[in-house]
């Protein structure tokens, strides 16, 4: 298992940006695709992106693209989330998450069920206040 610990979460007005960090313990985090997630008051978790092991393919919530983006450094055991162009309805707690399989794609990510990933962050809250 991989434990996870998010930051980077606050306030900020709509239209400002925010980047959220997952640290990562275990050696074995370079080998696994990760994740972000988010979750608004009375609604279910969704999907945010997710990025491979090797950083080389992403994959993106259409509410996110061309405002959101996924990266990792392996080197520090950490993968983050740059979010531009916030908006109020991006107000959630987000969360990184970890896949139990080592073959799980980013591609994959989008629609397993959460289940399926066998590590979880305790979240970091982003508002966007308009």
């Known amino acids: 298992q991989v434990h996870l610990v998010e930051s980077g979460g606050g306030l900020v007005q709509a239209g400002g940006s925010l980047k959220l960090s997952c640290a990562a313990s275990?050696?074995?985090?370079?080998?696994?695709?990760m994740g972000w997630f988010r979750q608004a008051p009375e609604k279910e978790r969704e999907f945010v992106a997710a990025i491979s092991w090797s950083g080389g393919s992403t994959n993106y919530a259409d509410s996110v693209k061309g405002r959101f983006t996924i990266s990792r450094d392996n080197a520090k055991n950490t993968v983050y989330l740059q979010m531009n162009s916030l908006k109020p309805e991006d107000t959630a707690v987000y969360y990184c998450a970890a896949p139990r399989s080592r073959s799980t794609t980013a591609q994959a990510v989008g629609v397993m069920a959460q289940a399926d990933f066998g590590s979880w962050g305790q979240g970091t809250q982003v508002t966007v206040a308009s």
């Open positions: 275990g050696r074995t985090f370079s080998s696994y695709t």
